[in-house]
């Protein structure tokens, strides 16, 4: 194979800048063979934008096409898994928007069938490719920072309007979406969360439905997270605080990291806390800390780089930045903080899949339909700045 046939399954906003990468030539051995939507409008955007790119209503005709080598996936999240399962079927590679889906049972599925086929399988979590992140992500695994004891995370910067909300009928429902913030805006940062730190051992959240918008899911989040070994996380988010935060702190035993405006900085000691704190003759000693400011020269690829990854994963057996069944784990924790919060109790990892699966039907049934006017979509094919790491 000399280059990747991608057909695009979804072309709103996301699906209509992957198209445009994808087309224009901009990811080397790849090419956009085939589109897909069941909007007429979105299909005649295509027309215009994409001449000569097979279109199609039907995703399962374009899955039989025989045009395509891989699919990716940007239609509305509940739809990620049942899509990925039928191309697996087809032994097509799948590279599916965030989330992976909408609750972990479908998910799992998800996983198996990838695995049953044997094909790359990967999710568009553009941001581990930023620089801080992946440097925190080493520096935690390499034990700088020794045994974690605390994690904070602060990102309220995903400030949207009511306009917004009211663009897509599906958008902010438990119908379309799933959720609101957290499995909308933060699957990016859930997934970092896990990516540096894991998976925590219980959880205890609240999460504020329709808190700043006429929406019925939640567009504010406090989510507070034990570990095995004791450590804690507290991740806080909502979109309707402006101007927000984007400030992560992760303090250890050997010091600190803080990333922040664009720079990781680092806070360490030489010697462990620990030892200080059982040696010292001192109630209250000054101990030596070496201070590192790491600047954020370039953001990283961001959704290019994960296209370009993917690809070579296909031609060239090149390591996936962002595997396909890592997508499980963020999703875990917003299903997890729902869970919290419905239940105003303590969730356990991993998660009661039958009663999560009640709880969400039960918000699915009682949902109105129609509940808001929906705006006129613009699509501009071009990546907007909102979906990449802001600070």
Known sequence: MENVRYGIVGIGNMGSAHGVQLF?????????????????ERLKWAREHFPGVSLYEDYEALLDSGEVDAVLIATPHKLHPVIAGKAFERKLHVLTEKPAG????????MNRAAAKSSTVFGIMYNQRTNRLYRKLHDLVREGALGEIKRFVWIINNWYRTQAYYDSGDWRATWNGEGGGVLLNQCPHNLDIWQWILGMPVKVRAFCKEGQYHRIRVEDDATIYAEY???????????????????????SGTLGKAVVENGC?????????????CFTSPEGMPHERVNCQTIEQEEAGGGHLQILENFTN??????????????GIHGLTLSNAAYLSSWKDDWVKLPIDQEEFGRYLHKKQETEEAGQRDVCHENLSGEYSERWSVRW
């Open 24 to 40: 224009e030539g901009r990811v080397k051995g790849a090419r956009l063979s085939a589109v897909c939507d069941c909007m007429e």
């Open 264 to 276: 990781l900085k680092l806070f360490l000691l030489e010697r462990d806390e620990r030892e200080i």
């Open 313 to 326: 994963a296909i031609l060239y057996g090149e390591k996936l930045i962002a595997p396909g069944i890592e």
């Open 228 to 250: 095995e070994n004791g450590a804690s996380a507290v991740f806080i988010t909502s979109t309707g605080e402006y101007p927000g935060t984007n400030r992560m702190e992760i």
């Open 102 to 109: 909408i609750d972990t049972v479908s998910v799992a599925g």
